[in-house]
């Protein structure tokens, strides 16, 4: 009996070492990029998926180094060598469930919360890729990251991502107070993470303590590199200073925000409402600067129009259509959306002729785009019968 022992404790040793050895060189291999190099390792170590501490590193490296996924289960690596387009060609793919393989092991291994903990990443992932049609629906996803990130938690295993990632299912469900906590531990674990950052500045903000949502905005601010992120955050930060009343500063977050990603319509629209409401001269500009991202656009002319209109400037946005009419003669689509929003606005201010004159170039230009039957006719009609009744 006491040989069988002494077996059997060697095998488990054996079986340790060389799991933490496979561990140990994919990491190695990570290091230096070689990410097909290093799952090939890993693969080699437990082909059956059965070992938590390999299928928690494969899922990682899955994750975090793949050069494309679809749907979350199949995943594309390659090592660090690049082609002639600087580029990196995937010469490996992985069909890895994830879930499917945790939920697995969980139900074998109960009480190893690392596993717990990687599910949690898992749905985190799936959720922030917007997979349509998933192998679970979204509420789904949500409950699982919350449910594994939440054990994981509860057993001392988290880090600054599960903790942003348990805060962040709070705040979809609008549930500020309980988020909080979350977020400001992941931030207190790593203050260079702006996703948490940028996230606690969200909950600062929804709980009303703008100070500390301005700071932690500001931080996000500094610490995202990419345009799109970087350009996000200062419209955040400029949110922040339109609550404290401090226009000009907003302002200047804003034209921030546009150099990083010049003409994004989510930064010159509330930078034309506070430069108007500052009645900042550059309003003007911004109002051509808009429209000309979408001159055919319906939708661009109702926005701008209401801005004009809730700070009593309907004359002025009647002037700006006019001055524009002559730059689209050659566009239909957007002379007849001008004829129409300055007949709109014409009617607003009770110049019923000059408004009648308008809808009806409008209607005719628009006869050479919709159908009789269009919606637009039918608004066209009833603002005119409403005219013939004045």
């Known amino acids: 009996m006491k040989y069988f022992t002494t077996i059997l404790l060697l095998f488990s040793f054996m079986m340790g070492y060389s799991q933490n050895t496979a561990i ?3 990491e190695n291999l990570i290091a230096i990029k070689n990410y097909k190099s290093a799952y090939k390792v890993l693969q080699s170590a437990d082909t059956a998926n059965q070992i938590p501490e390999i299928v928690v590193a494969k899922t990682d490296l899955l994750l975090n ?4 996924a679809n749907s979350l289960r199949v995943f594309a690596l390659t090592d660090s060598a690049m082609n002639a387009a600087g580029t990196r060609n995937p010469d490996l793919y992985v069909r890895f469930a994830a879930d499917s393989i945790l939920n697995a092991l969980i139900e074998k291994n109960p009480t190893n919360y690392n596993l717990y903990k990687t599910l949690g990443d898992y749905y985190l992932a799936v959720n922030l890729a917007g997979e349509e ?3 679970l629906s979204d509420s789904a996803v949500i409950a699982g990251i919350r449910s594994n990130y939440q054990m994981a938690y509860e057993h001392g295993v988290s880090d600054y991502k599960s903790l942003n990632g348990l805060g962040y299912t709070y705040m979809l469900d609008e549930d500020f107070e309980t988020a909080l906590p979350y977020l400001e531990q992941s931030v207190k674990l790593n203050k260079n993470f702006p996703v948490s950052q940028s996230n606690l500045a969200d909950v600062y903000f929804s709980t009303g303590q703008l100070d500390n949502a301005l700071l932690a905005a500001q931080q996000a601010f500094g610490l995202y590199t990419a345009p799109q992120e970087k350009a996000e955050a200062a419209r955040k930060i400029a949110e922040i200073y339109i609550e404290k009343k401090q226009g000009d500063k907003a302002v200047m977050y804003y034209l921030k925000a546009d150099d990083l990603v010049p003409n994004d319509y989510l930064t010159l629209m509330p930078l034309l409402k506070v430069e108007m409401e500052l009645n ?4 003007a500009n911004r109002t051509n600067q808009v ?6 656009n319906p939708a661009v002319y109702q926005d701008v129009y209401k801005i004009y209109s809730e700070n009593e400037k309907e004359k002025e946005f009647i002037d700006f259509l006019d001055s ?3 730059y689209y003669r050659s566009n239909v689509r957007a002379l007849a959306h001008n004829h129409f929003y300055t007949a709109v606005a014409q009617y607003e201010q009770d110049k019923w002729v000059d408004a ?4 009806e170039k409008a209607r005719s230009l628009f006869r050479n785009i919709f159908k009789s039957n269009h919606s637009v006719f039918k608004v066209i009609d009833s603002y005119t019968n409403a005219i013939r009744k004045k």
């Not at 180094?65 to 494309?68: A, P, S, T, V, Y």
């Not at 429209?291 to 055919?296: G, V």
């Open 324 to 326: 524009q009419k002559v």
């Open 280 to 283: 900042n001269p550059d309003y």
């Open 133 to 135: 049609d998933w192998f």
């Open 356 to 359: 009648k004159i308008n809808f």
């Open 65 to 68: 180094h793949n050069i494309g």
């Open 24 to 26: 140990s060189e994919a």
């Open 291 to 296: 429209i000309t991202l979408a001159p055919d």
